[in-house]
């Protein structure tokens, strides 16, 4: 079993940027699929990225696309988000998910593991 936890997490003003990163213990970071997901207040969780077991395959909500990278250092246990061009529509809290396998997606119920979450905070 996997434990995960977030990191990174700050206010920033609109148009800035921010790394996340979620780190593994307990198992190696390798065997696992690995998504970021975030919660604004009062709206439903949503999927922001997602990479797969090998680092070759990755995805992104529409609403993130090209602004924010998702990458993966397994000999550090390690998935980062890299979040540029920030907007205020972008606070919530992120969460790092993984699956035990090859690439889990945008769909949240596909994770079997979750961290505490990291506070994000866009000033407009």
């Known amino acids: 079993q996997v434990q995960l936890s977030e990191s990174g997490g700050g206010l920033v003003q609109a148009g800035g940027s921010l790394r996340l990163s979620c780190a593994a213990s307990g198992r190696s970071f390798s065997t696992y699929a690995v998504g970021w997901f975030r919660q604004a207040p009062g709206k439903e969780r949503e999927f922001v990225a997602a990479?797969?077991?090998?680092?070759?395959?990755?995805s992104y909500s529409d609403s993130v696309k090209g602004r924010f990278t998702i990458s993966r250092n397994d000999a550090k246990n390690t998935v980062f988000l890299q979040m540029n061009s920030l907007k205020p529509e972008d606070t919530a809290v992120y969460y790092c998910a993984a699956a035990s396998t090859v690439y889990s997606g945008n769909d949240a119920f596909n994770y079997n593991y979750w961290g505490q979450g990291t506070q994000v905070t866009v000033s407009s």
């Open positions: 990479v797969s077991r090998t680092g070759t395959m990755s």
